[in-house]
């Protein structure tokens, strides 16, 4: 336990664990075609296009080919017949090419040398098997997935901004960085397709609202290459401040929990970028603010490690923020009782969760005895 602890999680799973899986069903189809996506990292994803094939209830059109180096090493052709699965019983992929069924005038991919999206070159660093538009923020691709991440539920939260509306900002020129979407007005918003004066009026409500956020969220929207939700609380935690984040050098960065050198490494590219600089000066001027969280002075110790909290009924603050404080002590936050539950914070109208935890003997918490441990004034 005390190596499992040592270990830890990370967001979705902890790393001291693995999970035995049922072998994948698997089915034949052809590749009719290969695209290419850019991601919001500029990243070069090629997409096989296939015959639809139905692979465990679900028919499967497209299917990851990862890199060219994946492509290279199955030798996966455009008309071949290949084998596809689901990983994980989510992703499809291409599992292997049917070599005996292979047709005469089966055409291999290479990766083009410009972005299909803006013409930018697109660059292979040495050592890394991804390829990478060059183009930045000046690449559309890039702009619009950057933006849907900046609005995500886990990130800034802006309810009404998916997909659609987006690419209707991008491609109308309205929006260039997550900055400009806080200088929206009524009238252009209002003037979008499916959008009238109401669908309007709650967006602006939304984008106000985000505004009150987490230096963890702040900073998992800005979209730094391997800087994820877990990662993010980390940073936010220690340094406490966006200002110190950003001066601190390679060294002092990985003193930081779950923050190696590769990943220092970015975000110190990240904050040496003017134009990345220049983003977050907007977003601060637009009123983008967060509270210190607790425990935010370097090398500040996790007073709650080890400690199981399960939060219910109606509290006076978000949960999502009362979460963040615990997990950056030490905490863990789940959401049910057992006796391996330290606290329960119970607010008013609280149910079965409360009750459970006054069966087992569960110690139950107030907020102002949250407050108190968590030594909130």
Request: proline share 5%.
């Amino acid at each position: 336990l005390a190596q499992q602890r040592l270990l830890g999680h990370v967001s979705r799973a902890p790393r001291w664990a693995v999970a035995q899986k049922f072998p994948a069903q698997e089915q034949m189809t052809r590749l009719l075609d290969n695209d290419v996506q850019v991601g919001r990292t500029g990243a070069l994803t090629p997409v096989a296009r296939l015959k639809p094939v139905n692979l465990a209830g679900v028919t499967v059109t497209n299917a990851t080919l990862h890199n060219e180096d994946e492509i290279c090493r199955k030798d996966i052709r455009i008309g071949d017949r290949v084998i596809v699965r689901r990983a994980g019983d989510v992703i499809p992929q291409i599992v292997s090419v049917v070599m005996n069924r292979r047709p005469r005038n089966a055409r291999g991919f290479k990766m083009p040398s410009r972005c299909p999206v803006c013409g930018s070159e697109v660059i292979r660093a040495e050592g890394e098997a991804v390829s990478r538009c060059s183009g930045g923020l000046y690449c559309p691709a890039q702009r619009k997935e950057a933006l849907k991440h900046f609005a995500s539920r886990r990130a800034m939260d802006i309810a009404g901004l998916g997909e659609k509306l987006v690419e209707q900002l991008v491609d109308r020129a309205l929006v260039s960085t997550p900055a400009d979407l806080y200088r929206l007005s009524l009238d252009e918003l209002a003037a979008l397709d499916r959008m009238g004066e109401k669908s309007a009026t709650n967006l602006l409500a939304q984008l106000e609202a985000s505004k009150h956020t987490t230096l963890a969220r702040f900073l998992f929207a800005l979209g730094i290459r391997e800087v994820g939700e877990a990662t993010a609380r980390s940073l936010a935690a220690y340094f406490g401040d966006l200002q110190a984040l950003g001066q601190a050098d390679g060294e002092t960065l990985q003193k930081a929990p779950d923050v190696g050198p590769i990943v220092a490494a970015h975000i110190r590219a990240f904050f040496r970028q003017p134009h990345n600089l220049d983003v977050i000066d907007q977003l601060l001027r637009a009123g983008n603010r967060w509270k210190p969280p607790v425990a935010a002075q370097p090398g500040s110790t996790a007073t709650l490690e080890g400690k199981t909290f399960v939060l219910t009924g109606a509290l006076s603050r978000p949960r999502g923020e009362i979460k963040e404080q615990l997990q950056a002590r030490g905490a863990k936050v789940t959401g049910s009782v057992s006796r391996k539950t330290s606290y329960v914070v119970a607010g008013s109208d609280a149910g079965s969760k409360l009750d459970k935890a006054n069966q087992l003997g569960v110690k139950v918490l107030d907020e102002d005895g949250l407050n108190e441990l968590l030594g909130s004034p």
